[in-house]
Structure formats: C-alpha cells, structure tokens
C-alpha cells in the first residue's frame, strides 16, 4: 500500500485493478500520457500512448491487459521482433521478466519512474524508466540492464525503448541525404514487412539517415493538423529504428543502439544503460511534434540553449586553407563593419612540422604555424578586441593523419584492426583516434583544454569529424571486447565532452562533421549548434533546413550567407535570397568579404541589423510550418512567433520559376486571433513598397486569409533576376 501511496503522489495515478498486487502506471507531461500495467510479479505492457488521460479515463483502464509488453524480451517469444535478447553464460538465450517494484523520484522539472524487472530464473535485472517533463510535452524513455549472475551475459540486441503504433493509414516522416544534401525529408505509408532506418558510421550518424522519425497516424502528414507521435534517439553513434508490421493490428517501433558488430559481453555486476528516446505527441500536426521537440531541446538538452547565438563570419569558404594574419584582420574588419558579432578562423591555421596547407596532413599537431601567422593566436584575439568582435577557431580533435608528429609519435592511438593496414579518409592519409583509450581521451580533453588555457578570450570553437570508423579495431580494448569498439568509442567521446562541459560551460561549441554529420540529440548536451551542410546554396538550404526543423530548433542550425556563384553548386542566387534563407536559422556569413560590392555590404549590414531585432522571435519562438517545398507548389513558407504571440516573423521563398506562373497563397498559423499585428518587410530591395507595409490585420484574418506576396520583386530592369523571397515582421498593436 505504501507503494501504491507514493505512485499517487509522484506518478499522477496508480490504480489496483483485478488482484491486490496489480497496478496501473500513468506517466504524464502537460498534454500527453502513457500509461502501463506494471502487476506485481506479472509482465508490464503498454495500455496507452497519446493525449492526457482525465481521471474518468484512467479508470476505464482498470483490469485490461495491455496491448503488448513495454519492453519485449527474445526467448519464449520467439516469431516477434524484441527489444532485448541475450545469451547467458551456460548457453540459454532466453529471457522471462516479471515486474519486482515501481520506483518513483520527483524534481523540478520532471517525474523519473523506474519498473524493475527480474528474470524469473536467472538474476537478471532490467530497469525500464522513464522521465516526464512537467513543462514540455517530452517523456523520455530507456532501460538499465544489470548482469547479476556470476558469469558474463553477453547482450546480441538492447533496444533503448518499444512503442506499439495502432495501425490504420500511419505515415512515416523521417530524414535522408548525404554529404552536402542532408536532412532531406521523405515521406511514405506505413505498409506490412519491417522498415529500418540505420546508421554504421561509427563516428557521425546523421549525413544519410537521422535517428528521429514521425508517426502521422491520420492519413498523409499535415503541418498543422492531425495526430502526431515523435521519435528521437538521443545518441551520437551507430544506431537502427525498426518498425515492423506483421499480422495484428500495430506497427511495431524499436529504437536503440545498432548491435551489429557490437555484441556486448556485461560483466557480473555491471549495469548497461541505453540511450534515451524522447517521444512526443501532438495533435497539431508534424509542426506541433516539432515545437514540442525544439522546446524541450532549447530547455534541457542543447547546451546553453536559452541563450542567443551570435552572428559571425567563418573563413572557410572565403579563403580555404589560405590563412594568415593580415587575411584574418581584413576578414575581421568587414565583419566588424557590417554589424557582425564574432569572427571563426576555419582549417589551416597549424602544423609546425607539417604545415596545414591542405587536408592530408597535420591533424593532431595543434600547434600554430607561425610561418602563416607570426603573432600567432595573441595576434588575432588583439585584431578582433580591435574591431570590437569575438574570435572562435577550428580544431578536428578526434583524427590525425599519418603525415603528422602525432601519429609518428603514437602510432597506437588510431583505431585499426590487428594485423591489417589501416583503411585512410580524406586526402588519403586520414585515420581516427580510439577514444576508447583513456590516453586518447586526455589528449583530445587536451586540444581545448589547452587552447582555452593560454588564450581563454577565445569565444567560440568549431569542432569538425571528417572520418568515419572505416577499421573495426581497437589497439587498446583486449581481445574479447573487440565488438563493443563503437560503443567505447561514444563512451569515451562522452568522457571528454563531460570534462569539457564542466570546465567551459559558457564556451560555444558548434557540431561539425563534414557538415551535418552530428545532427543529433545526443551529442547536442555539450554543443550549442552543429553545421547543417557542407553546402551553402541557399536553395537547396531551403529543402535541408525544412527537414533539418522537424526536429532541430533554429536557434541550433547554423545557416550563413555565402558566395554567388555557389561553391557546391555553382547556381547563381542573388544576394537578397541567400540572406532571406540565413536569416531563418542562425545567421552567419561564409564568404569573401572582401569580394563583395560596396552595396552588397550595405545590403548584408541592413540585414544583420534586422537580423538582431527579430532573432529573439526566431532563436527562441515557436516555428509553424506553412507550405512544404517537398509539396512541389513552387514556394515554400515558414513562420517563428513569440510564446506570447505579441511578435512574429514569416517567410516566403520562391522555389521554381515560370512565366505566368500561379502560387497559392499562404495562410499563416500561430497567431492570436484576436490580436492586431503591424507588417512591415524586412531586407526590402524593391523599389516601393508591398501593398501591406504598414497595414494592421487581425489574427484571425492573417490565419484565414494570409497576404498577397508578389511573386517577383519591383526593382530596375538590370536588377532583375528569377528568383524572390520576402520576410516579413509581425508586431502585435494595442
């Protein structure tokens, strides 16, 4: 009884139904529930996932026995795919888990509870927990699996979590790409067989595939309508989300850890803990599971993420590996003159032995190249004090080349097979460091450590990872734990992000891994934003960053002006666009400042002013998405409004052009009916003004009606171009 005492007061409501030792468990957040039956000695099962149970509601659950397990074991269920499945150490690959106890904790911000399972014959623990936000619509869910036998169990699958989807006319919404064309979206039905989305880079998860997905369970996805359940697995290495749909009436949904390769042998006594999946649900369509997703990540896991980013200029694309003093003042100074706040000095800036001067050498040598840059980094931290800006620099800790003093020196610290030759990455002579050697993690711990140490004035670092796991081997991890290489790797990547975080918890820290490589909730703990792509075009920015927002807020997803023609593409887009689209993540500049047209920098300094008034709305709002530029209607639209609905801020981007062409027309979403909002256009180029500049409408008209938006812009003849965009300010009037 006192159990069933304290699930009342820390769970929300725990019902005895049927005999004394059987309970139902209700986890809640704000505006959603799961609720399971956790009897005594019995096996716990899902009864429900979705909106919040009332009261009245909970007690129609009394006496039911669940759709399916909440954490299906291999053994005595043998046809279904499980969560869980194990060998022992006398060969039995069977597991039956029955609940001992619920636990619950309360803080704060959230409700943990934890059901113990116990093998019925082996001791063979299993914690399934659970934590509910009190503020979010967020309940993330994992396991602890604890080896209480004498001998090693050795762990073939270990799913973090399982949710039954019923099924009916259910869409999956999930991420595709690759290199320079990430976070693509792709849409389709749910049909019978088995659906994987999976990841074996070993380093980046997230350049072809993401670990987050949606469940549209009414029909084809909708923005801003219908019942949405989301997924994102909070883990930064290899991983696999099934879903399988066999012959009853749910779509089957694991999410963990991929095992293949990676069979884990736990030894007596040792305790494995999963990553965790965030779920959410939203019957406000794919963009409310999105805004629930973003709140929740700039609350409790992005780092530092109720803080605005700065805007800066990278050097990357606007002098490569070209570095050296007076190039970084210059870049310094424009930045500085068009309103810019920070200035990142990208690749090529080391090596003393082996100058940096293009990607096959060097790595790991993170020493400056005074030959490039004789003042050194005490130079250019006294340039930007100068110019009145901050300085950040590009480091690339977990590799080497084998043309390095580092690899000369430790030839035992990169992952490689015994007795085979390294496989080599980007120019030929790349090779990654084992982070599963303590060694390894103190050195890398030691490339910030002591950059931060004798310059602490550096404000922002970009850390890059341009390698995957290419060798299946570890030259520190004995001979039987060779399979747990990927896992070790993640845990000693987490090590050093830990010492990091504790001792530079203010400084920013941006996820690049050959552009969006490292888009993923769990490493975004120790980061405050990752590079979206290795592409800048701005178009194609359009259809990467719409993806990129199903999951990821603005204010984590990097996106910079850049030049015309565009390096990856070679399409020329004018200035006016790129802006429009930068500004709708966190702005930044990938450019040659010093190439650019007097009025071109005019325009880009009217940009960055307007930028600082509206990024509050657009770092930290809610985003509404309003037309798909997968939807192929010839635009896509956006909008961020403040959590108070007083302010808000639109976007319109032409993705097509023709003659005599017909758009829709946009209506808007999140607005407060019965407020009155003033409009008035941001980065304006035409030569008069828009027929709503200025103009007052209602909430409830913007939201049933939307603006008429010209679909090219007024400008002289020799001006004119094929694309238009537009970005327009909302501000709430008494």
């Known amino acids: 009884m006192n159990l069933k005492k304290r699930m009342k007061t820390f769970v929300g409501l725990c019902l005895l139904s049927g005999g004394l030792f059987a309970q139902n468990v209700c986890v809640s957040t704000p505006n959603t529930s799961l609720l399971l039956s956790a009897p005594e000695g019995g096996e716990l099962r899902i009864l429900y996932y979705g909106q919040k149970l009332t009261d009245a509601d909970l007690r129609t659950f009394e006496g039911e026995r669940g759709i ?44 943990e509870t934890t059901v113990r399972l116990k093998d019925k014959v082996y001791p063979f623990y299993i914690n399934v927990c659970y934590r509910a936000y009190k503020d979010v619509d967020i309940i993330e869910a994992w396991t602890e699996i604890t080896n209480g036998e004498k001998k090693p169990v050795t762990l073939n699958q270990f799913a973090s979590a399982y ?14 790409g690759s290199w320079a064309n990430e976070g693509r979206l792709v849409q389709e039905p749910l049909v019978s067989g088995m659906k994987v989305i999976k990841n074996k880079d070993g380093a980046r998860n997230s350049h072809t595939d993401h670990a987050e997905v949606m469940f549209s369970l009414d029909g084809q996805p909708r923005e801003n309508q219908g019942r949405v359940i989301g997924a994102a697995l909070c883990y930064g290495g290899n991983y696999k989300l099934r879903i399988d749909t066999h012959d009853d009436e749910y779509h089957h949904f694991f999410a963990g850890i991929n095992e293949d390769n990676s069979a884990y042998h736990l030894e007596k006594g040792e305790t494995f803990v999963t990553p965790q999946l965030a779920l959410t649900y939203s019957d406000e369509g794919l963009s409310g599971a ?14 530092n993420g109720d803080k605005l980013r700065k805007i800066l200029l990278n050097s990357w694309e606007g002098v490569y590996f070209d570095i050296n003093q007076e190039g970084m003042d210059q870049m310094m100074a424009d930045i500085a003159s068009m309103g810019g706040e920070l200035f990142v000095m990208d690749d090529g800036w080391f090596g003393d032995k082996y100058p940096r001067n ?33 300085f950040g620099i590009w480091i690339e800790p977990e590799m080497t080349n084998t043309v390095s003093e580092l690899y000369e020196q430790h030839p035992e610290w990169i992952i490689k097979a015994p007795q085979r030759e390294p496989v080599l990455g980007r120019g030929g002579t790349q ?16 490339v910030v450590d002591n950059l931060m140490t004798k310059y602490p004035e550096i404000d922002y670092i970009k850390w890059d990872a341009n390698m995957p796991i290419s060798n299946h081997g570890s030259q520190y991890l004995p001979a039987d734990k060779q399979s747990h290489l990927y896992i070790e790797y993640h845990r000693g990547f987490a090590k050093v992000c830990d010492r990091i975080r504790a001792k530079y918890p203010d400084l920013t820290i941006q996820a690049c891994a050959s552009g969006g490589g490292r888009a993923n909730w769990g490493i975004l703990p120790w980061f405050d934003e990752f590079w979206v792509s290795d592409d800048t075009d701005a178009l194609q920015r359009v259809y990467m960053q719409w993806g990129t927002s199903y999951f990821f807020p603005a204010i984590a997803m990097a996106s910079h ?20 689209v930068a500004m709708s993540g966190r702005l930044g500049m990938e450019i040659q400042p010093k190439n650019m047209t007097d009025e071109e920098k005019a325009l880009c300094k009217n940009a960055i002013a307007e930028y600082k008034q509206i990024r509050p709305i657009v770092q930290l709002g809610d985003l509404y998405r309003l037309v798909s530029p997968y939807d192929k209607l010839g635009l896509a639209s956006l909008m961020y409004v403040t959590p108070e609905k007083d302010k808000a ?8 052009h023709f003659v005599n062409q017909h758009l829709p027309r946009v209506v808007m979403a999140g607005l407060d009916p019965d407020k009155l909002y003033k409009v008035h256009e941001l980065n304006r180029i035409d030569n008069v003004p828009l027929s709503c500049e200025g103009k007052v409408y209602s909430g409830a008209y913007l939201m049933a009606n939307g603006l008429e938006i010209p679909y090219n812009h007024i400008v002289d003849y020799h001006k004119q171009n094929d694309y238009a965009s537009r970005v327009l300010y909302l501000e709430a009037v008494k």
């Open 68 to 111: 399916d397990a909440a954490y299906p074991v291999y053994g005595l269920t043998c046809i279904t795919e499980t969560a869980l499945s194990v060998q022992h150490a006398d060969g039995n690959m069977t597991l039956q888990m029955a609940v001992e106890n619920v636990a619950t904790t309360d803080a704060d911000n959230a409700t």
């Open 163 to 176: 949710l039954p989807i019923r099924r009916g006319e259910v869409w999956l919404s999930h991420l595709h």
């Open 290 to 303: 999105s805004r629930n997703f973003h709140r929740w990540g700039r609350e409790y896991k992005l780092a």
């Open 358 to 390: 293009k990607d096959n050498s060097s790595l790991g040598d993170w020493v400056v190249d005074q030959r490039k840059l004789p003042e050194g980094i005490e130079g250019l931290l006294a340039d930007a004090k100068k110019h009145g800006i901050e």
């Open 431 to 446: 090779l990654v460091l084992d982070l599963s050697n303590p060694e390894v993690q103190d050195f890398v711990f030691g």
């Open 561 to 580: 002006i850049s030049a015309a023609p565009n390096h990856q593409t070679f399409r020329t887009i004018p200035l006016k666009y790129r802006i429009d």
């Open 649 to 656: 801020v639109f976007y319109w981007w032409k993705t097509e």
